[in-house]
C-alpha cells in the first residue's frame, strides 16, 4: 500500500556528489525507517544506510560512512540520501525501501525486513 519513488542518479565523475531522492506516497503512522540498497551487476544488494521514524537514528554501511549523509523531510515524504566524494565502486542500481517495525531501534535492518520496495535509480561514477 506503499509506493516509493527514487530519483537523481545519473552519471558523474570520481570525487563528485549526487543527491538521491525517496518519495512515498505516504510514511506509516506507527514505527518505521526508510533504508537505501544498491545493487552492481553481479553483486549481491547491499544495505547503504537507514534512518529511523523522525530521523530519530541513522546507520550507514562503513563504506560510506563519512561520505553519505541521510536525512528526511517528513513534511514532503521524502528521505535524501546525499553522495558525496564518490568513488566508481559505488556504480549500482540504488534502491529504497520502508520497514515498518522497530529493529531499527537496536539494529540496521537487513533487507529481509523491509516491507515496501521502490524501483532503483541508476548511479554510475566514471574513473
Known amino acids: 500500500e506503499v509506493q516509493l519513488q527514487a530519483s537523481g542518479g545519473g552519471l558523474v565523475q570520481a570525487g563528485g556528489s549526487l543527491r538521491l531522492s525517496c518519495t512515498a506516497s505516504?510514511?506509516?503512522?506507527?514505527?518505521?525507517?526508510i533504508g537505501w540498497f544498491r545493487q552492481a551487476p553481479g553483486k549481491e544488494r547491499e544495505g547503504v544506510s537507514c534512518?529511523?521514524?523522525?530521523?530519530?537514528?541513522?546507520y550507514y554501511a562503513e563504506s560510506v560512512k563519512g561520505r553519505f549523509p541521510i536525512s528526511v523531510d517528513t513534511a514532503k515524504s521524502t528521505v535524501y540520501l546525499q553522495m558525496n566524494s564518490l568513488k566508481p565502486e559505488d556504480t549500482a542500481v540504488y534502491y529504497c525501501?520502508?520497514?515498518?517495525?522497530?529493529?531499527?531501534?537496536?539494529?540496521?535492518?537487513?533487507?529481509?525486513?523491509?516491507?515496501?520496495w521502490g524501483p532503483g535509480t541508476q548511479v554510475t561514477v566514471s574513473s
Open positions: 534512518i529511523g521514524s523522525s530521523g530519530g537514528r541513522t
Open positions: 525501501a520502508v520497514h515498518v517495525g522497530k529493529s531499527w531501534l537496536v539494529h540496521f535492518p537487513e533487507s529481509n525486513e523491509y516491507n515496501y
Open positions: 505516504k510514511f506509516p503512522s506507527d514505527d518505521y525507517a
